[in-house]
């Protein structure tokens, strides 16, 4: 498994925060999302062998929403 911390603009309120993680977990691969909308930050726990970076991050920015 590995940890990725990501740092996403745009998030204001609880619809962001269940947007992004709905959005997220329904990804193969994807064992854990944590949005922290104070920090601006999405934490997910992945199976590298299965899903990338760049897939979660087009997810998200699919939403809506940028990434840095």
Known sequence: MEQLTL???GM???HCVNSIEG???ELNGVEQVKVQL??????VTIDSSVVTLKDIVAVIEDQG???Q
């Open 7 to 9: 740092q996403v603009e």
């Open 65 to 67: 929403y940028d990434v």
């Open 12 to 14: 204001s309120c609880g």
């Open 38 to 43: 104070s920090e601006g930050t999405v934490e």
């Open 23 to 25: 959005s997220v977990k």
